[in-house]
């Protein structure tokens, strides 16, 4: 597995990456901010199952089985809120940099020390017993039968579109506490009509939090577009 890691940002904030200086955000933050963009994904904290022609539903008590028409299966991690994240993409790619809006490119090339400083960091403000996770994001098809991971939040935490977002190539840094991450931590929802309009209702609470890890020089350089 390639150690080098990529966040793509604006050339203005290029210098206080490279002391130390970052920003963090729930996860609900994303999902928002993402939900508004026209490259966004309003299902980031969601996955969704919506296979071609419909769910089909058994009722065991009246012994029948349907296909419901239109129909999709969304699992939303219950709290979007305390789940800190830092994302970075595993692929370098001026075409990337177009697609965020973003005209530099901070080039970390020891993931493994990065993610000790980050950690520790992230694990400051967040309560014990707490979880961190440094992962790649797992590209679905919707079609497609979604496994164990409705069940499990940190696979519904890096689960996103094939179809839209596997150009980004996108690598997680998450942490929350361990009740967040527990199996089934999700709300689950049948969803009738346009899957397409399944995003979350209503304004989300988010956190933000300025981090300082320290002289980042010797993990990491500054390309500009």
């Known amino acids: 597995m390639a150690r080098t890691i990529y966040k793509y940002i604006e050339s203005k904030w290029a210098d206080a990456f490279l002391k130390g200086e970052i920003r963090i955000r729930s996860l609900s933050y994303y999902r928002e901010l993402e939900a508004a963009n026209p490259l966004g994904d309003?299902?980031?904290?969601?996955?969704?199952y919506a296979p071609d022609g419909g769910l089909e539903i058994t009722n065991?008590?009246?012994g029948w089985t349907r296909i419901i028409r239109n129909s999709a299966l969304?699992?939303?991690?219950k709290r979007l809120d305390e789940i800190l994240v830092f994302c970075v993409s595993?692929?370098?790619?001026?075409?990337?940099a177009a697609r965020f809006e973003k005209d530099s490119c901070i080039v970390i090339s020891d993931r493994s020390a990065f993610s000790k400083r980050l950690r520790a960091a992230m694990e400051r403000l967040v309560s014990e017993p707490r979880i961190f996770r440094a992962l790649p994001v797992e590209?679905?098809?919707?079609?497609?039968?979604p496994g164990a991971t409705w069940a499990i939040p940190?696979?519904?935490?890096t689960a996103k579109r094939k179809d839209l977002y596997s150009t980004e190539t996108e690598f997680r840094f998450a942490c929350g506490p361990e009740s967040a991450f527990t199996?089934?931590?999700a709300d689950y929802q049948l969803m009738l009509g346009d899957p397409a309009g399944a995003a979350a209702s209503g304004p989300l609470i988010h956190r933000e939090h300025?981090?300082?890890l320290g002289d980042l020089s010797s993990l990491c350089k500054i390309h500009r577009f």
Do not use: V
């Open 139 to 145: 590209y679905y098809a919707k079609e497609n039968p």
């Open 42 to 48: 309003p299902l980031d904290g969601s996955h969704l």
């Open 183 to 185: 199996f089934e931590g």
């Open 60 to 62: 065991h008590t009246q």
């Open 90 to 96: 595993l692929r370098f790619d001026p075409r990337l």
């Open 210 to 212: 300025d981090i300082h």
């Open 154 to 157: 940190e696979m519904i935490l």
């Open 74 to 77: 969304k699992s939303t991690l």
